[in-house]
């Protein structure tokens, strides 16, 4: 099932609202209304209802959305309820930060390969994996299969580093160098660059 | 002047049409349609227009927009057209990613403290900064005066530096601790999570 074209920011909270349900489950508790998620997570709760709308019927009025559902559905939306295997590729600082969040925070996605250019760090040890060159995966794509490629390298490679990715059959890119990608249609690149989040978030200083 | 409330999406847009302008200012072009643009930008022209027409009439019919005018409105209006003085608590891998990122990227926005609670870590040197310890922090904004932290600790901490963050007078937060944080009203906090990033991604992932 691939619904009809939902926005990136309603896609953006879903994993908000996945691990809220998945806290509620913890908790034993077996319904949820929209009202009380919105004052949890500081959402309006008609844009909840909306937003959970798109995937199909979960709620009941007067009852609210039943969260064991809820939470298995929203992980089938999100390809959650499978193992997802990341590719990353420059394990400078940021690269660390990332594998460190990951390793720790959600079995579901991993990441599964570690790549850089630098030959200083071919064969460095970060939790299970060992750096390898970035020539080495195309091969292991084939053995592996990563369905998401982590770019964490420098502007100046990061589209040498995005055209690799494409070969290997990644489709989903997550890009944290300053420079924008050009990818065929096909390609999903979210870019998330430091220096805009930090320029856009200036905007909130009061004079 | 503060305009009416603009969404956030929209101000997020904002420091990558001032980006597009600066290199259009660099490259010696004077006027640029919402249309060039879009097509640069892969956005859509009426969304550009919509966007700038938040903040005034910069643009005229026919001929376009200014672009030297355009990114001065655009850095007054994000305020980077005055120094900006980042506090950053947290120094692991994260944290380092973070001082070379806007080091290098941005002259405006200076990262202008360090500060961690990790004994190892104090005196450490980063560009032109020392890590200092959490508790000098209260000291340091009086005579630094900043503008935005940035919580890069754990999920367990993070609400303890935001709420020394706060009182230090600082008003703008951006967090990427994956905790979501208590703060009165007044104060704008970010939150990026690279685990909601990643599990948003998925979603575009085709089964």
Redesign the interface.
């Known amino acids: 099932m691939?619904e009809a074209k939902?926005s990136p920011?309603v896609?953006?909270r879903?994993?908000?609202y996945?691990?809220h349900v998945q806290d509620l489950l913890d908790a034993g508790i077996d319904t949820v209304s929209s009202k009380e998620m919105g004052a949890k997570?500081?959402l309006n709760p008609a844009q909840i209802r909306k937003d959970l709308a798109y995937f199909g019927e979960f709620g009941r009025k007067g009852v609210g959305y039943e969260v064991e559902y809820l939470a298995r559905k929203l992980e089938q939306?999100?390809?959650?309820d499978q193992q997802?295997r990341?590719a990353l590729v420059g394990v400078?600082?940021?690269g660390?930060?990332?594998s460190?969040?990951?390793r720790f925070?959600?079995e579901r996605?991993t990441i599964a390969g570690l790549y850089d250019q630098d030959p200083k760090k071919m064969n460095m040890q970060v939790g299970k994996l060992r750096v390898k060159p970035l020539l080495k995966i195309e091969e292991d794509a084939k053995t592996i299969g990563f369905?998401?490629g982590i770019i964490a390298v420098p502007a100046f490679s990061a589209q040498e580093v995005c055209d690799v990715m494409i070969r290997c059959g990644i489709?989903?890119i997550?890009n944290f160098a300053?420079s924008?990608l050009k990818v065929p249609a096909n390609i999903?690149v979210?870019s998330?660059d430091?220096?805009?989040?930090?320029?856009?978030?200036?905007?909130?200083?009061?004079?």
Chains 1, 2 share one sequence.
């Open positions: 691939k939902i920011s896609v953006r879903l994993p908000i996945l691990r997570l500081d939306i999100l390809h959650l997802i990341v400078g600082h940021l660390m930060a990332l460190n969040y990951t925070q959600n996605i369905q998401i489709r989903v997550l300053p924008s999903h979210r998330t430091m220096t805009t989040e930090l320029q856009s978030l200036a905007y909130y200083i009061s004079e």
